[in-house]
């Protein structure tokens, strides 16, 4: 049986979906975007400010959900400019630990919601 998981720690979702979902062991984490929850702002700055927001995002939600980023197994990073991909490295590297770091993919889109420069998705263990 699926259990949506939720917190006020990150942004609520922007439409018709859950900012988690549990399903026995696993959680699926909803792509997080820059938005600082307490002001529903996108925050501002560059991929590594908004870098830096969506994974704290991130981080809010695997720990409602009793987990932590250590528990991660795959991440999916949205881009909307591959050329950022470095400096998003440097801030993502600051939330994992090696050397058992999560698979990964990063991809270049066309534009992402409310214009912003990243959007990270996950699945962790429970």
């Known amino acids: 049986m699926k259990q949506v998981i939720h917190t006020d720690s990150a942004p609520a979702a922007i439409g018709p979906y859950s900012q988690a979902i549990?399903?026995?062991?696993?959680?699926?984490?909803?792509?997080?975007v820059p938005i600082?929850?307490?002001t529903g702002a996108i925050v501002e700055g560059d991929i590594k400010a908004q870098a830096q927001q969506s994974l704290n995002n991130l981080k809010a939600i695997l720990n409602a959900a009793g987990t932590n980023m250590g528990a991660v197994v795959k991440t999916t990073v949205f881009l909307a400019d591959m050329n950022?991909?470095?400096?998003?490295?440097?801030?993502?590297?600051?939330?994992?630990?090696?050397?058992?770091?999560?698979?990964?993919?990063a991809v270049e889109v066309a534009r992402l919601p409310k214009d912003v420069l990243v959007e990270i998705e996950a699945v962790a263990l429970l």
């Open 36 to 38: 600082d929850p307490s």
């Open 84 to 105: 950022d991909f470095a400096a998003m490295n440097e801030v993502y590297a600051q939330f994992f630990e090696g050397p058992a770091y999560p698979a990964r993919s």
């Open 22 to 32: 549990q399903i026995g062991d696993l959680l699926f984490v909803s792509g997080q």
